[in-house]
């Protein structure tokens, strides 16, 4: 079982990477968190949860502890699989992914897509407990993200909030009116349009 891979990143998407590790690629999945911690090139290394299928092993890659944690966590929950845990980590920093577990506030859960409200109330009753464990504070910001300048900036956002689970139309609607600077990195601009989203 992999658990950790340490390499040159290769390809560098919102929802995955590949890491080039003595020559072989490593295909992982990835949250936006992660994304926005690791450098566009160069060495990385990553924390990994390998997801054995029938027909398939995936590995999902995290920049920290705490995202893998929370991931192992997320899974264990009945009705609760890989690609939901990570769209969840997009859209929810570990340290207030927590909190909100902690406190039950199923309303910053549902505001998740994918989650409804069973959902909310399945996760709130089964990890409020467990996540307590968890600093309120864990964050990836010992990182140092390089951001992307790239003209088509939106194109990648709007790339990023339909892989979340957005529709194309509504994800391009937020991105109209998002009222980022002009050259603003992708961080910003998909925060200001999930910002919007969510209401």
Same mark, same amino acid.
């Given at each position: 079982?992999?658990?950790?891979?340490?390499?040159?990143? *290769?390809?560098?998407?919102?929802?995955?990477?590949?890491? =080039? #590790? *003595?020559?072989? %690629?490593?295909?992982?999945?990835? !949250? $936006?968190?992660?994304?926005?911690?690791?450098?566009?090139?160069?060495?990385?290394?990553?924390?990994?949860? @390998?997801?054995?299928?029938?027909?398939?092993?995936?590995?999902?890659?995290?920049?920290?502890?705490?995202?893998?944690?929370?991931?192992?966590? +997320?899974?264990?929950?009945?009705?609760? %699989?890989? @690609?939901?845990?990570?769209?969840? +980590?997009?859209? @929810?920093? !570990?340290?207030?992914?927590? $909190? &909100?577990?902690?406190?039950?506030?199923?309303?910053?859960? @549902?505001?998740? !897509?994918?989650?409804?409200?069973?959902?909310?109330?399945? /996760?709130?009753?089964?990890?409020?407990?467990?996540? *307590?464990?968890? *600093?309120? =504070?864990?964050? #990836?910001?010992?990182?140092?993200p390089q951001q992307p300048t790239?003209?088509?900036?939106?194109? =990648? &956002? +709007?790339?990023?909030? #339909?892989?979340? %689970?957005?529709? =194309?139309?509504?994800?391009?609607?937020?991105?109209?009116?998002?009222?980022?600077?002009?050259?603003? !990195? +992708?961080?910003?601009?998909?925060?200001?349009?999930?910002?919007? /989203?969510?209401?």
């Amino acid at each position: 079982m992999i658990a950790l891979l340490t390499g040159r990143l *290769a390809q560098r998407s919102t929802d995955q990477i590949i890491v =080039d #590790v *003595a020559g072989v %690629g490593y295909r992982l999945q990835i !949250p $936006l968190s992660t994304y926005y911690a690791l450098p566009e090139t160069g060495q990385v290394q990553l924390r990994v949860h @390998t997801h054995v299928k029938e027909d398939a092993i995936q590995l999902y890659g995290f920049f920290s502890q705490a995202e893998k944690d929370l991931f192992a966590l +997320l899974i264990s929950v009945s009705g609760v %699989g890989p @690609t939901l845990a990570i769209t969840i +980590l997009s859209h @929810t920093p !570990p340290g207030e992914l927590a $909190l &909100a577990l902690c406190q039950g506030d199923a309303a910053r859960l @549902t505001a998740i !897509p994918g989650i409804g409200k069973k959902s909310a109330e399945r /996760l709130i009753l089964e990890l409020r407990d467990k996540a *307590a464990g968890f *600093a309120v =504070d864990a964050t #990836v910001s010992d990182a140092d993200p390089q951001q992307p300048t790239a003209v088509d900036c939106h194109q =990648d &956002a +709007l790339s990023a909030l #339909v892989n979340l %689970g957005y529709k =194309d139309t509504l994800a391009r609607k937020a991105l109209k009116n998002i009222k980022t600077a002009p050259g603003a !990195p +992708l961080e910003e601009v998909l925060k200001a349009a999930l910002q919007i /989203l969510v209401k």
